[in-house]
């Protein structure tokens, strides 16, 4: 599943790109797109998880997510093999409808792709565990090992399609790969589901919860008042009718009203949950440039990396990364789980050090006497991208967030010719402190997956993780906001500090949580974890730091 989406997410940028002209408009509108649907719906797809049976929400976001991937790749398809015939007719207006047919549809495949990932991730993989927190963590651990294998090896397979074949075949392999990957992995989630009976019993909602316990009660003191069987299970049925005649029957209005009322119901079970400064410690280090996405890598290309080693530096990134897993796992089992929080935040920043570092360095284009708006206007309006950086930009993309790709055309203009010689002190230590960093960011990052896991009532796990996703994507959308006010080069160092204030911030965070939760046990191994702090005094609590 995941080589699916990485390949896809990977392809999707590639083939926007080329089909606009080597423009990245469509990149950054489709990017756009995605990161705002996520962050508007996040609460309504997990609470649509929370209300569905497991296998049934499976079921249909795995249906919808690859479905729409084929429809898109045939689209894709089409458009490469008539771009000609379909730019003449009705002055270019039914290419520009295929472009939108293809952003809106792959926006619903990757809206099917945050709810197969809450219901697969954050909640069947705790069933599975069984209460058995090592396992927990040891599947946890073992995910992202994959997920850091597939984001290398997806836009490599995609990429040597595209390069020594054409996008046409590219597309094909595409819906081929997404047909076959449904077909097995819905066997694969069918003998899961088989194999772990407890994956069939789901628990209500809270208001479902309370009146099924009414009702019991009802019954139960009418049961001791007549003492007829018969008649007692009559009177189940009956208050089982009333009830869903009072429940299930709503009007015009409250369903006019009910995504508003999901959304808002989210936010607030999100702001009562124990871990709610863990989750927004989480959200704020997506407020960060420091990432290998395409701001970052295109950045290095302008500063003197070439294409190759930014690939090795890629997978140097991986590696660490996958080292962070092993770590976490390791920690956890020593120290426990929320003490694991506060050392691999205290790594990640130690490694961001030679980030900050870099900034001063010989090679650093940081100047702020350079305004970020000197050549905005000409970009936007009429500007010429320079191809070899786009491409390059495009081929090292994260596609994670693309919108983040219109951005790296902003700056290429202002850079230094490329037969200039640029020191590379203060770029290699951006990298080494980026990649060191990987480390304590992917520990941190499956601390947070576990917490929420073990701490998430299990009726609530969709919604609570839905707004999670919305918070990340909400800070990541600030993200793009921040770097669209300073494209330049010479603003980058700027960025890179107030990216490391934001993942301090998101530290601290998490170090109000753990210390609400353990005191001064903070600085202390201890492999027991303790039960979190009840929500109404975690946030009447203003000691902490």
């Known amino acids: 599943a995941l080589q699916g989406d990485r390949m896809w997410h990977f392809a999707v940028s590639l083939f926007l790109v080329e089909l606009y002209g080597n423009s990245l408009l469509l990149t950054a509108i489709y990017g756009l797109v995605v990161a705002s649907s996520v962050f508007l719906l996040g609460a309504i797809i997990g609470a649509w998880v929370d209300k569905n049976p497991r296998l049934k929400v499976a079921r249909i976001s795995l249906a919808v997510q690859n479905i729409s991937v084929m429809i898109c790749g045939i689209v894709l398809m089409v458009v490469f093999l008539y771009k000609a015939e379909l730019l003449s007719m009705y002055q270019g207006w039914l290419l520009i409808l295929c472009y939108a047919i293809v952003i809106s549809i792959a926006d619903v495949a990757n ?45 490599m397979a995609v990429g040597q399609i595209v390069t020594f074949g054409s996008s046409v075949i590219g597309c094909v392999f595409i819906v081929a790969w997404n047909f076959a990957s449904m077909c097995l992995e819905y066997l694969v989630l069918w003998k899961v589901y088989r194999k772990t009976p407890a994956l069939a019993h789901k628990a209500g909602r ?22 007829n069987p018969a008649e007692d299970d009559h009177l189940m049925e009956e208050k089982a009718e009333s009830s869903i005649e009072m429940t299930v029957e709503p009007g015009c209005f409250h369903r006019m009203t009910e995504p508003f009322l999901i959304l808002r ?106 305004s970020p708006f000197e050549n905005l206007g000409t970009h936007l309006f009429g500007g010429q991208p320079d191809s070899t950086v786009s491409s390059a930009i495009v081929h090292q ?149």
Request: charged fraction near 10%; glycine fraction near 8%.
């Open 265 to 370: 119901d989210g936010w607030v079970a999100y702001y009562r949950q124990p871990v709610f400064w863990a989750g927004m410690g989480l959200s704020f280090l997506y407020m960060t440039v420091l990432g290998f996405d395409s701001i970052t890598t295109g950045y290095a290309y302008t500063q003197g990396l070439s294409a190759f080693i930014l690939s090795l530096l890629m997978g140097a990134s991986a590696v660490f990364g996958i080292m962070g897993t092993v770590a976490f796992t390791w920690l956890r089992r020593v120290c426990g789980l929320v003490p694991t929080g506060i050392i691999s935040g205290i790594a990640h920043l130690c490694s961001l050090v030679l980030c900050t570092v870099s900034v001063f360095m010989p090679g650093s284009p940081f100047d702020l006497n350079v």
């Open 206 to 227: 809270k208001k479902e919860q309370e009146l099924k316990q009414l009702n019991v009660n009802s019954v139960d003191s009418t049961s001791n008042n007549h003492g």
């Open 111 to 155: 809206l099917a792709s945050t709810a197969m990932s809450i219901t697969i991730q954050r909640d069947w993989v705790v069933v599975v565990a069984g209460g058995d927190k090592n396992q927990l963590a040891d599947m946890n651990a073992t995910m992202r090992r994959i997920d850091q294998l597939t984001n290398i090896l997806a836009p």
């Open 397 to 545: 993309e994260n596609f994670t967030g693309t919108i983040q790709s219109l951005l790296n055309d902003f700056n290429t203009t202002t850079t230094q010719p490329h037969d200039v010689s640029i020191p590379l002190t203060s770029v290699s230590l951006l990298f080494a402190g980026i990649i060191a960093g990987r480390v304590g960011l992917w520990s941190f990052d499956l601390t947070i997956t576990q917490l929420l896991q073990e701490n998430v009532m299990e009726s609530e796990r969709g919604i609570i993780n839905g707004v999670q996703n919305s918070m990340n994507n909400l800070l990541d959308l600030l993200h793009f906001i921040m770097v669209i006010l300073g494209p330049n080069p010479e603003a980058f160092g700027l960025l890179v500090l107030i990216s490391i204030s934001f993942i301090a911030m998101g530290h601290m965070m998490y170090f109000r949580f753990a210390y609400q939760n353990i005191g001064r046990q903070l600085f202390s191994c201890s492999t027991s974890d303790p039960r979190p702090v009840p929500s109404n005094q975690q946030h009447m609590d203003t000691s902490a730091v």
